[in-house]
């Protein structure tokens, strides 16, 4: 139905206004703008909509009173991961992160913002130490989004159309992959065996061919394992022509590996346990890195943030190849970028500062004996199975409930009738696993919160 006074606050809504912008493009009413919509898609009738707030107070008392709806992971204990984990944050990540200078103007330009472009080169340089690759991209919008260009990158390098991912992926961070690359590229799952949760070789060998762009596995995976035949799934996937993407939690990589060294040609992750708060559900933003190499700097879709002597022999920091962007290229570019979450990188970098290398091993050392212990203490429960896969893990392992004839939802609402947020339940997006969860323990569960959650859950099972 057609407006027929001004708003204050839609541009454009006076009356006159609207006649002379529809006359302009030769439309009688502003439903005529909306008449190549099939009729089933349109709803027919005016909304519904709840009375306009009237004042400030009110708007304020009703967005507190939503708010208030969410349950935190602060006010009860929580062992739910699964994509965004709960971890420290040392205050002084906040206190820099909320400086005027950093958390107004998000992304400035290169002579406006000389020092936050700097913080965005540190904190990229330290993800580069920790992933060992030498380029690496401002923050995407998650593991995700990092993934799907990841992905993407790798087909435009090839010249192939056909990319292979676990089948054990996390549902979400899937949808997000085959939304981005579905249209250009074909997405086959690999199998992996329901006994470790490691990817199926024999599988995977079946499924490789001269189309693959690119194999793309996770360590740890979705399921918490670490991947033990990391360097023959890249050693596969090089042989046959295609690239080794790899999807990292960084956080491990005090203790584990980096994937450049077990074949990884292009590395992606989630930056949100280096610092960054579980902003209800959100404070996510991913990473892309590789070699810095043209071949591959040039296919990025995303801000690169280099360093340069200046005529003054200063070090500037500023945009590397702006050229390649959709800011210069606009449709044709072969990505689009937009706004990301950079103010994030600025906390990777105090977080990743204030740890160095001793501390991300002591922290990574911390988070694998606290797991540990949890999967012993769960393990011995009667009916339960912890750890239920086999292959070794790192803050996550799954965690089997068939044998207590209890579904994991029943656990959960048990759980959190005892103030704890229980496991993800996986018995929908992992059928084969039947009722199965997965449980996320970090450097912030004490003995007592783990000795806490045995308690309850043999309780729920009882």
């Avoid at 596995?217 to 890249?234: M, Q, R, V, W």
Wanted: proline share 5%; with cysteine.
């Amino acid at each position: 139905m057609s407006r027929t006074r001004a708003h204050p606050y839609i541009p454009n809504s006076a009356p006159r206004v609207r006649a002379e912008m529809l006359a302009a493009v030769g439309a009688a009413t502003a439903d005529d703008l909306y008449a190549s919509i099939p009729e089933r898609l349109l709803l027919g009738r005016v909304m519904t909509m709840e009375p306009a707030l009237e004042s400030e107070v009110e708007l304020r008392r009703h967005l507190r009173e939503l708010l208030d709806r969410n349950v935190s992971t602060e006010d009860r204990l929580s062992f739910l991961g699964g994509g965004c984990w709960p971890h420290y944050v040392p205050a002084v990540v906040d206190e820099i992160v909320n400086r005027g200078e950093f958390l107004t103007a998000y992304y400035g330009e290169t002579y406006a913002d000389h020092g936050k472009m700097q913080a965005f080169f540190e904190s990229s340089s330290m993800i580069g130490e920790l992933v060992e690759c030498e380029a690496v991209s401002q923050p995407t919008y998650d593991w995700a989004s990092a993934a799907a260009s990841a992905i993407s990158m790798a087909g435009r390098l090839t010249g192939r159309s056909r990319a292979l991912l676990p089948a054990s992926l996390c549902p979400e961070r899937r949808s997000v992959i085959d939304g981005y690359c579905g249209a250009r590229m074909r997405l086959d799952p690999v199998p992996y065996d329901p006994a470790t949760g490691a990817i199926d070789l024999a599988a995977l060998d079946a499924l490789l061919g001269d189309d693959v762009a690119c194999v793309y596995l996770e360590n740890p995976g979705f399921l918490g394992t670490i991947e033990p035949d990391s360097a023959a799934i890249c050693e596969r996937a090089h042989a046959a022509g295609a690239l080794a993407v790899v999807g990292v939690d960084p956080i491990s990589l005090g203790v584990l590996e980096a994937p450049p060294r077990y074949g990884a040609d292009i590395v992606c992750g989630e930056l949100q346990p280096l610092g960054i708060h579980q902003h209800h559900g959100g404070g996510l933003a991913g990473f892309i890195a590789s070699a810095d190499e043209e071949r591959y700097v040039g296919e990025y879709p995303t801000f690169l943030v280099g360093a340069a002597r200046t005529e003054r022999d200063e070090w500037g920091f500023g945009e590397v190849r702006w050229d390649r962007m959709s800011y210069v290229q606009r449709g044709d570019a072969k990505e689009y970028t937009g706004t990301t979450q950079c103010l994030w990188a600025i906390g990777v970098a105090v977080y990743l500062s204030l740890l160095g290398p001793d501390g991300m091993r002591e922290l990574g050392m911390t988070i694998m004996q606290r797991s540990q212990y949890a999967a012993q203490r769960l393990g011995a429960i009667p009916g339960v199975r912890a750890p239920a896969l086999t292959a070794p893990f790192f803050k996550e392992f799954v965690i089997d409930l068939n044998g207590t004839g209890r579904t994991v939802a029943e656990v959960n609402r048990s759980l959190g009738e005892a103030g704890i947020h229980g496991p993800l339940d996986l018995s929908r997006s992992h059928l084969q696993l039947g009722q199965s969860a997965l449980c996320c323990v970090t450097e912030i569960h004490t003995q007592a919160d783990i000795d806490r959650l045995a308690g309850a859950l043999a309780a729920a099972v009882a």
